[in-house]
């Protein structure tokens, strides 16, 4: 198979919108208590429930195979730098959502409230809300660098990498 399947496809990029979608949403500092965005909450959990399905298809063996097997090492940077990027797309929405908790917040999806995740302080919300914050900037910049190789690959190396991800390509 050369193209990752459709649905994989489509989560892909509807993640990549959502991704830059909660960075403009997100506040911090002291609004995050008075003005929070629940638009953030939302999109950031969205991210979540997205990840969660493409995970399952990427163990069921839904992926593409190794285009080029002479260039092992190539194929395990992308593989550790793909989950890089997992890990931040399930530690993040967690993470904002154990933050909104710590800011006393009430955090739902689609209208639906989702219980507190830990006991709201008067103060600072604590280390995993700045995590959760530098790690925030950092998967935008991460995703940044993943676009870039991505096109390396396409038109310096030629292996047809972002083929594999157009939803517009023809199946092959
Ligand atoms: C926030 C934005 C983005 C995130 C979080 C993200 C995340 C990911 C992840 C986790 C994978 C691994 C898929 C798998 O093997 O299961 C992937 C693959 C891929 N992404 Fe992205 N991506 C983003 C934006 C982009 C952009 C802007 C481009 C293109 C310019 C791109 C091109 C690709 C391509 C071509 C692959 C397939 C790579 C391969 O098969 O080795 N991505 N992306
Ligand atoms: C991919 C998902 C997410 C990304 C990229 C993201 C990104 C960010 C960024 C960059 C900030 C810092 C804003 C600033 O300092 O001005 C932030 C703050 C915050 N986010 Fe998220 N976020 C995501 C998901 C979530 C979710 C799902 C929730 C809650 C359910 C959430 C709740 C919060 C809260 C409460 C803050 C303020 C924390 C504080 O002031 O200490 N985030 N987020």
Known sequence: MHRYPQITIAIHW???VLVVVAWFTAVGGRHARTDPSYVHFTVGLAVL???????VARWLGAGPRIEDPQKRWLDLAARAGHTVLYALLIALPLSGWYAASRLGLSVSIFGIGLPSLATPVQGAPG????????????ILWLAGLHALIALWHQFVLKDRTLERMNPL???D
């Open 127 to 138: 280390e995993i809300a700045d995590l959760h914050e530098t790690g925030g900037t950092l």
């Open 49 to 55: 429930l997205l990840v969660i399905p493409r995970l």
């Open 169 to 171: 390509a023809s199946p």
């Open 14 to 16: 509807l993640t990549a």
